[in-house]
């Protein structure tokens, strides 16, 4: 089993900055570490994603300002959002998965962490 439990969000000022963690534990084989969100009224979408290995990739409307930081001596995982709009508002989740042989695919979810940009 894997618990993830994240920490950091809050409510700031469009143009502001905030850095979310996530702490995962429960097993030392852990590949995936990512961010999603969920804002009001849409669909739960990846922001930030990243490997074991250091591959990354960032969804296109937060390229440029937001960063995800690994440690994978800790398995924590950051992410660094600067210069924050109102459009980046929602719970922020912490994921990460694993193939298991019986059931495949496992996805595992932090409890959420909300993010409010204020214009």
């Known amino acids: 089993q894997v618990q993830l439990v994240e920490s950091g969000g809050g409510l700031v000022q469009a143009g502001g900055s905030l850095r979310l963690s996530c702490e995962a534990s429960?097993?030392?084989?852990?590949?995936?570490l990512d961010w999603y969100r969920q804002s009001p009224g849409k669909q739960r979408e990846a922001v930030a994603q990243s490997t074991w290995s250091g591959y990354i990739t960032y969804a296109d409307s937060v390229k440029g300002r937001f960063t995800i930081i690994r440690d994978n001596t800790k398995n924590i995982v950051h992410l660094q959002m600067n210069d924050l709009k109102p459009e980046d508002t929602g719970v922020y989740y912490c994921h990460t998965d694993r193939n298991d042989e019986i059931y495949g695919l496992i996805d595992y979810w932090g409890q959420g962490t909300q993010v409010t940009v204020s214009s």
């Open positions: 429960g097993r030392s084989d852990i590949d995936a």
